[in-house]
């Protein structure tokens, strides 16, 4: 059966200064995992490494090579200050270097401003549970759940919008859960290939939002919209809401295109 991402969570070995952990082979996407489960598992090591971290608010994540199989997660605090603390996670596999992380964890701070203009798509609810569907079992989206269309934009720009949730979700930490959802649409630029050609995130820069982020039933709605796609890279826009509209992820993107 596949392993879901609370089993994944658990079976950390310690080591000195990290981690080991086996990357199940459900979690793949082609030669390397999941981009959102890899920066999960960065962000729950970091988690780790620290006692009284205040909540997530940025990540700064490189895809730097193919990671598969078991892997090695070392972290280091690069520094601690009163409000904020700042830790970089490595995730190494037999072929090297394949994720580094910083992690930027501050404490929510009493402002007069209070400004937002990140509004929520309008595609409806989510979808009934008869509507659901996962991917195969030998692919990622298998433990996730949502609407077979990807919702593609109306005025056919390279944008997808999606209603989605983890399957299995109980026990996982609101944080970590947020980096494996962020990254779950495909990159929007594959919505201009004339054919199906291989893509893969360089980069992931992600703000959390929301000190305490929550929705119901599990559901988030994730957006990817492509800016600029030109000589083999595309760079995109992503953002996550939760059920009642609330923004709650805003990030950037960089992706390689092999077309």
Do not use: C
């Not at 598992?41 to 700064?60: C, V």
């Not at 509507?131 to 989206?141: A, D």
């Amino acid at each position: 059966m596949p392993t879901n991402l609370q089993h994944i969570l658990q079976s950390f070995e310690p080591v000195d200064n990290g981690h080991t952990v086996e990357i199940p082979a459900t979690w793949m996407q082609g030669r390397t995992a999941y981009g959102g489960l890899s920066a999960a598992l960065g962000l729950h090591a970091a988690q780790q490494s620290a006692e009284g971290l205040p909540p997530l608010r940025s990540a700064q994540i490189a895809f730097i090579g193919p990671l598969a199989g078991e892997v090695k997660i070392t972290t280091k605090l690069l520094r601690r200050g009163r409000t904020a603390a700042f830790i970089q996670s490595d995730i190494h596999s037999e072929k090297g270097l394949g994720l580094r992380a910083i992690y930027v964890f501050m404490q929510a701070l009493e402002s007069e401003v209070d400004y937002a203009h990140h509004d929520a798509p309008d595609i409806g609810p989510p979808p009934a549970d008869e509507e659901l569907r996962s991917g195969p079992p030998e692919f990622f989206t298998y433990h996730f759940q949502y609407r077979e269309s990807r919702h593609p934009d109306g005025e056919g720009k390279p944008r997808f919008t999606r209603w989605m949730r983890l399957a299995e979700r109980d026990g996982i930490d609101p944080m970590v859960e947020l980096m494996l959802m962020g990254d779950s649409l495909p990159p929007a630029a594959v919505a201009l290939q004339s054919r199906g050609a291989p893509v893969s995130s360089i980069n992931w820069f992600a703000n959390i939002l929301e000190p305490a982020p929550h929705t119901r039933d599990g559901w988030w709605l994730v957006r990817s919209e492509s800016d600029l796609a030109r000589h083999g890279n595309s760079s995109q826009q992503m953002g996550l809401w939760s059920t009642d509209g609330t923004a709650v992820l805003a990030g950037m993107q960089s992706v390689a295109l092999f077309s």
